[in-house]
């Protein structure tokens, strides 16, 4: 399909707005910096690198299985990463569990970025429908972020179980809020992953980038142009 079926050059007509979580709603670099010196000084007190190579296993295997677009993909997820790292998979659960669900929630408001509170506030009063389609749970990371959506489908999900750049999460979403796709747009950070899951679902979207990307629409920050008929207020958030 030509590329400008995807764009969005007005809200008019757009129903449904989805946005990913990570590195789309807070500055994911700003929380890794705070996680890198947490896992530091646990490693320190701890006498064991053991939890960083767990999670950095993990990352990459998680990655590899996003590439491959593998159904069911939590179990050898969990299973690949024991056997790379040699522990049991109640304790890679139990470590993702922990730094990557839980330890993060109290610095996410601090990571938020500017202008999300007024453009949500903003969505509500155009009655637009917001969603949250991300590859990890959301709920509790939602919460930390002093945000609420209309709808929240996380990868992990019955029903879904893969990762973008699978669309089938998305198509889920869009199901769940009984929107047509055109009447859509995904709103994330990584057009690898968020870009092309939206293209292969059909819906438009927007990619969050300080820099232009060849072939996709691309914004830096929440109060751009593209976003200023939806801000409360207008301007100046």
Known sequence: MPHD?????????????????????????????????DLLLHSMATSTLKIIDVLRTYRRIRERLANEEFFDFEPILIEETANAT??????????????LEKRPLPYLARCRYPCLPELFAGLRRK??????????PAHSKLSALGLSADYVVSATDDGVSLLKPNPRGLLVLIASAGVRREEVVLIGDRA???????????????????ALIEGWQTFAKFDDEIFEPMLVPPSGC
């Open 127 to 136: 009655k637009k429908v917001i969603g949250v389609l991300s590859d990890y």
């Open 5 to 37: 079926l995807f764009r969005i050059e007005n809200w008019e007509g757009i129903k449904l707005v989805v946005f990913d979580v990570d590195g789309t709603l807070y500055r994911q670099r700003a929380l890794r910096a705070r996680m890198v010196r």
């Open 192 to 210: 690898e992953r968020d870009g092309i899951a939206a293209r292969r679902a059909g819906v438009k979207v927007l990619i969050r980038s300080t």
């Open 86 to 99: 040699d522990i049991s998979p109640n304790a890679v659960r139990a470590i993702v569990c922990e730094w």
